[in-house]
């Protein structure tokens, strides 16, 4: 993209491929929107990714059996050491949790090669991938999502295959450093001499010459294209309620969908043509070095621009209808409900919409049959779900709400919403729709701390209450919500947003001139155990292809 928008700039559409910061997000005005979803870490970052699916293979190991089973280093080293000397014939691939471009990888026979206390994701190394020609290769899937509640996903059908540039052997001792037999990164192997520009017998190739070939060869394309769509759907649904928990704290009046990602997913094919998910890149490459790369690149960004249709929202609608909400926020429950009903009408047509403007891009969710979704969908809010601790940490947090609110001059019962709020809370919420899911984040030394009390916590919050603008009772609801989840974070793990207000940082940012006057980057979403927040230092790293 040629064009830099500045801070000032009133644009439509704000593109960036590298960070993305809490204020810029909250910045964004109902007409506006942005390539980046906040939360999205919780799939781009390898460690984050693997905490995940992890959690989700525990509960359904069949259905998650779609990325190569990995331990998070240093927390899993135990068990990635027993592991390792139960199967000692496995290799095992380690990565830098933010790592890109294959920088930083290595392989190792053992835990023992394994640097104790590192940072590391290790992961077992895929050792009989499909091969073409000699050559291992992996895939570059592009999928993109126009709303994360519900979900919006879309999948290209034009993508990239990328090839290593050494013939692939099983690893051993004497080519385990080879980085161009056992990498498929582009960049890597496009400073080798054996890289061969070709579109259709080269070291990078699009996907649909791939898949021509794979049939050539009596392969079923047709099954491979769903088990990658399931794999798409299966990955994002396990952090949909991350995704949808900060989506709405960010943006609770927008009408529109105030987000959208295009994401990269790598993809390797073991030899019974079965993906298995590498990882996830929220900025993937649209550099072009060659014309396959253009004509790729340049249809799935129109296709994206099209599909996203980021002209379509005008700036007087949308305001007005931004002002009609916070209104019927405050109106009767007919008045909230005619606003319901307006928006399912508007979701209907943006449905349909995207659906006349496909381009390239197959939906892939919603569509029939994707009921089997529901399932791992509501079990990803299993990060919510009530487990003693949270029990404890609810009440903690309504007595130390009680003490803000008295403290702030207000009646208590402020507190207390609509029949009070422990029964209104997210806990209770996510107890109501979980009601059948066991409980697995139990932290006991959490609740022992919060039991003990915070009290530095609580002018925090009432410093973040006083910038506020609480419109109506909804949304003071979906505050204290945000507060309640909020005040269960353990303090000393939180990074500072500034130094005049330590402790604020889990919180979502005053809407006053504090937050406008913060330039800190910040990436938009950290997770703290089974709890998630909105800000955290790390900025978001560009992957390319
Ligand atoms: P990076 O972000 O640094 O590119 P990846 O996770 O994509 O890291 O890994 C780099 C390359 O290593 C992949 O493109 C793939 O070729 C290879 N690779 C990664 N994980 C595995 C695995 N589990 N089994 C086999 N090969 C792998």
Not at 51 to 72: G, H
Not at 168 to 192: G, Q, V
Not at 289 to 309: F, M
Not at 482 to 497: H, I, T, V
Request: with cysteine; proline share 6%.
């Amino acid at each position: 993209m040629e064009h830099n928008a500045s801070e000032g700039d009133d644009c439509t559409l704000y593109w960036t491929d590298s960070s993305v910061t809490l204020d810029r997000l909250l910045g964004i005005k109902p007409y506006q929107k942005i390539n980046h979803f906040p939360g999205m870490m919780d799939l781009c970052r390898k460690d984050m990714l693997a905490k995940n699916l992890n959690r989700m293979a525990k509960s359904f190991p069949k259905d998650y059996n779609i990325f190569p089973r990995t331990w998070c280093l240093p927390a899993d080293y135990s068990d990635f050491q027993a592991y390792s000397q139960a199967k000692k014939h496995k290799t095992f691939i380690c990565k830098p949790n933010t790592g890109s471009q294959g920088r930083g990888i290595f392989l190792v026979r053992s835990a023992r090669e394994v640097p104790h206390g590192e940072h590391l994701t290790c992961q077992l190394y895929i050792s009989k991938p499909f091969i073409i020609d000699g050559f291992k290769f992996d895939l570059r899937i592009y999928v993109l999502v126009t709303s994360c509640d519900p979900f919006h996903i879309f999948l290209h059908q034009e993508g990239l295959a990328r090839f290593c540039t050494s013939h692939y052997c099983h690893p051993a001792r004497a080519n385990m450093e080879d980085a161009c037999m056992h990498l498929t990164n582009y960049s890597i192997n496009k400073r080798s001499e054996n890289f061969v520009r070709d579109e259709n017998a080269g070291s990078k190739r699009k996907l649909s010459a791939l898949m021509r070939l794979l049939e050539q060869r009596s392969c079923d394309v047709a099954k491979l294209w769903l088990d990658i769509e399931d794999l798409v759907i299966k990955t994002l649904a396990s952090a949909h309620s991350i995704l949808s928990h900060n989506y709405h704290a960010c943006f609770p009046r927008h009408s529109k969908p105030a987000c959208f990602e295009l994401l990269g997913f790598d993809v390797l094919l073991d030899h019974k043509l079965k993906p298995w998910l590498l990882e996830v890149n929220h900025s993937p490459s649209f550099a072009t070095d060659s014309p396959l790369d253009r004509e790729v690149k340049d249809r799935l960004l129109s296709d994206t621009l099209l599909l996203v249709n980021p002209g379509a929202c005008e700036r007087r609608k949308a305001e007005s209808s931004r002002r009609r909400s916070s209104r019927a926020s405050k109106q009767s429950k007919e008045c909230r409900n005619v606003q319901a009903e307006e928006e399912a009408q508007r979701d209907l047509r943006t449905l349909r919409y995207e659906d006349h403007h496909l381009g390239g891009y197959k939906r892939i969710f919603p569509q029939e049959g994707g009921d089997k979704y529901s399932q791992f969908l509501q079990h990803s809010s299993s990060l919510f779900q009530e487990t003693a601790a949270s029990r404890a940490r609810e009440e903690c947090t309504r007595v130390q709400l009680q003490e803000l609110y008295e403290r702030q001059g207000g009646s208590g019962s402020r507190a207390e919403p609509r029949g009070g709020l422990e029964g209104d809370s997210v806990g209770e919420n996510r107890r109501t729709m979980n009601r059948r899911t066991s409980s697995r984040f139990t932290d006991h030394n959490r609740t022992n701390k919060l039991a003990a009390g915070r009290p530095h916590f609580v002018p925090a919050l009432a410093a973040v209450c006083e910038h506020w603008e609480v419109e109506g009772a909804r949304e003071e609801e979906k505050h204290l919500r945000w507060l309640q989840r909020s005040a269960q974070l353990d303090p000393a793990k939180k990074p500072s947003l500034s130094p005049e207000a330590p402790g604020t940082l889990g919180l979502f940012p005053p809407l006053g001139p504090q937050r406008q006057q913060s330039s800190s980057k910040v990436c938009p979403s950290e997770s703290y155990g089974d709890l998630h927040v909105i800000a955290a230092p790390a900025p978001i790293h560009k992957r390319p292809s």
